[in-house]
């Protein structure tokens, strides 16, 4: 059973802090990772993806990837109220198999 | 189109009777992706298509679960005989390539199944 295990939280950070989100996966075989962002009663929203290990960074978001250790984080970097919402990890199994393992999402508020 | 589009937008079912989904995916994009997301925050993924063929069907319920992508034509996803626990939003996701690929999802359909 491939598994990807987030922090429930929630997770509560104040205007301009870094919120930090992590996520392990179980399936060593896993080539791609993605975060998505979903606001209450909205589909999710894809914001960062990486294939690599290391750093990969886009405006305000950092996604960090150790596949030895088998983590994948989501940095954001001076958070603002509309960042509150549930962080979703996501990974492919990779080979043939296409599909998205979610975790189950760590809740963000970011307090003004 | 840009942006995956699903339709409708609620359901509601009484039990045992039959519902059906629909999907348009992004132009251009060769997979399609149904999940089912129950819970909250739980996503389980049901069936993917690359172009009109099945590609993995692992997740599908198949006593009551079925689904197409034919040419020229919204996919579909169909349940026949609902049952409560049917009641879920189902997400469509479509991406350009399968590996390695970014998976874009639709609004989604909330099913009641009452």
């Known amino acids: 059973q491939k598994e990807v295990e987030q922090n429930s939280g929630p997770l509560s950070v104040p205007e301009g802090a870094i919120a930090s989100l992590n996520c392990t996966y179980s399936d060593r075989g896993s080539q791609s990772f993605f975060w998505y962002r979903q606001y209450s009663g909205k589909s999710p929203e894809l914001i960062m993806f990486?294939?690599?290990?290391g750093d990969k960074e886009d405006g305000r978001f950092t996604a960090q990837l150790n596949k030895a250790s088998q983590y994948v984080s989501l940095l954001i970097r001076d958070s603002q109220p509309s960042d509150s919402a549930t962080y979703l990890c996501a990974v492919n199994g990779g080979g043939s198999n296409y599909k998205l393992t979610f975790g189950k999402g760590t809740l963000l508020t970011v307090n003004p | 189109g840009e942006e995956v589009a699903q339709t409708p937008k609620h359901l509601v079912r009484g039990e045992g009777q039959k519902a059906k989904l629909y999907c348009a995916p992004i132009k251009g994009h060769s997979y399609v992706f149904w999940y089912q997301q129950v819970l909250k925050n739980e996503f389980k993924f049901l069936i993917s298509?690359?172009?009109?063929?099945?590609?993995?069907e692992t997740g599908m319920p198949k006593e009551r679960f079925s689904a197409k992508c034919l040419p020229n034509s919204p996919c579909s996803l169909e349940i026949q005989a609902t049952k409560l626990e049917d009641s879920a939003v189902y997400f469509c996701?479509?991406?350009?390539?399968?590996?390695?690929?970014?998976?874009?999802f639709g609004p989604g359909t909330r099913l009641t199944v009452t």
């Open positions: 996701a479509s991406s350009q390539f399968g590996e390695l690929a970014e998976q874009y």
């Open positions: 990486i294939y690599s290990n």
């Open positions: 298509f690359q172009n009109e063929n099945v590609f993995d």
